[in-house]
């Protein structure tokens, strides 16, 4: 039994079939990436794992309860979104009471949350002030502070530019890594956010058409070559000195696990921005009918 199971489940609006049967099991401390075209049932599929909508038919548990019909899942689901709701001429501080206190979660931890994300300078800051990737950060620390268990973001990205949006991610990271928390993810730009990924979930038209470890959809490809862009050459020629890598202009062109590449670049502090690999968008294409 996984932390979210799914069998047979679907979902209608009115006439219309838009989820046909879906059957995975998620696992405890995985992320997993949920893709697909517009319109595939990315959405629907995360409403009905938190609780927003009940499915039509088929079976769902969260947590080992029915999302629909739970009190638990509402505090053990945390939910972002694509646009942060934050009121602008509120302060960081002021939020982070607010939320602290309607949780009951010790204010000190809240504080400490703002630190592990490199969000304490802000504090004193207006949420107006602040930019679209940081907001999406506040987010996401906001959503901590009632302990969940899961997090479910539906295109958190989707505003973002490259920097911020490589903020995003590896704050995902971090949840899993340091608070072992179980992450569900749906992005229109896949390719990116893989290397950040433990499983893929890939939905066309509202049928399941992969679903199971990253390294299953890029099969015997996950070992090609990368070229990664990040903010600080010389610290990532450090961190890889056992590798083969070569420099080429602002870029590293490297072989290997991509997840464990930027394992390795995201403990030595370097932040990645830009990841390219053409196998990666054909393997995603090939397994899951997505043109
Ligand atoms: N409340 C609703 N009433 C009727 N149809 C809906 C409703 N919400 C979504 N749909 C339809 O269900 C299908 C799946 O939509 P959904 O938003 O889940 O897809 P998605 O993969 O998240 O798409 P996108 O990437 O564009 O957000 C689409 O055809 C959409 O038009």
């Not at 489940?9 to 405890?28: A, P």
């Amino acid at each position: 039994m996984g932390v979210i199971d799914a069998i047979n489940l679907t979902k209608r609006y009115g006439d219309i079939e838009v989820l046909h049967g879906l059957t995975f099991s998620i696992e405890e401390k995985s992320i997993t990436l949920v893709i697909g075209p517009n319109g595939a049932g990315k959405s629907t599929l995360l409403k009905i794992i938190g609780g927003l909508i009940n499915r039509t038919s088929g079976y769902i548990s969260v947590l080992g309860e029915d999302p629909w019909n739970s009190n638990k899942i509402p505090r053990k689901v945390g939910i972002i979104l694509d646009r942060p709701f934050l009121p602008p001429y509120l302060t960081v501080i002021d939020i982070v009471k607010e939320v602290s206190s309607e949780f009951s979660y010790p204010l000190s931890d809240a504080k400490r949350l703002l630190e592990d994300f490199n969000l304490v300078h802000f504090m004193k800051n207006k949420v107006r002030e602040l930019s679209a990737g940081t907001k999406q950060k506040l987010q996401i620390v906001f959503s901590l502070i009632k302990n969940p268990e899961i997090i479910i973001a539906d295109e958190p990205t989707a505003n973002l530019d490259i920097t911020s949006r490589y903020e995003v991610y590896n704050t995902f990271a971090v949840l899993r890594e340091k608070m072992g928390l179980t992450v569900l993810i749906s992005s229109h730009i896949p390719a990116e956010i893989l290397a950040f990924s433990t499983h893929v979930l890939a939905i066309n038209n509202g049928i399941m058409k992969f679903f199971g470890k990253v390294d299953k959809l890029l099969r015997n490809n996950f070992l090609e070559e990368f070229y990664i862009v990040v903010d600080n050459i010389g610290k990532a020629l450090e961190a890889l000195k056992d590798r083969r890598i070569e420099v080429i202009g602002n870029q590293i062109r490297i072989s290997g696990n991509l997840a464990e590449i930027s394992k390795i670049l995201s403990n030595a502090g370097v932040r990645i921005f830009y990841v390219r690999n053409s196998i990666i968008d054909k393997s995603i294409k090939g397994e899951t009918g997505w043109e």
